[in-house]
């Protein structure tokens, strides 16, 4: 998607802080973080949201879980604890219409449940 601003980080067209690739997946540090630990995990390939995610799909998001624990190891915070959040749509503050798990951690979280 020309106009979409994680396809224009995954071409490398807009500068990003990554802290994991792979021929699937990309990790970066949020430009705008609500912890301390603020990676998100987005897939190389568009899909908008979660409403879009296909059986096909399914060994993408399990790798995307993995490279999640992996940085959240790498930054620290595997032991202490992390959140791993995907939003979807406009009411779950979904911003970047392009799937993305927020790997967040570093403080306490409150509960949201």
Not at 34 to 57: D, Q
Not at 75 to 104: L, T
Request: charged residues 20%.
């Amino acid at each position: 998607m020309d106009n979409c601003l994680f396809c224009k980080i995954v071409r490398k067209e807009i500068p990003a802080k990554i802290c994991y690739e792979d021929e699937r997946v990309m990790a970066f540090h949020d430009i705008n973080p609500v912890a301390p630990v603020h990676i998100l995990v987005i897939p190389k390939e568009h899909i908008p949201s979660m409403n879009e995610v296909a059986p096909e799909n399914a060994g993408l998001f399990g790798h995307m879980a993995l490279v999640a624990k992996q940085v959240s190891e790498e930054a620290g915070v595997a032991e202490s604890g992390y959140r791993v959040v995907i939003n979807n749509g406009p009411d779950s503050g979904q911003v970047v219409f392009h799937v993305h798990a927020h790997v967040i951690g570093g403080r306490a979280l409150s509960n949201l449940c």
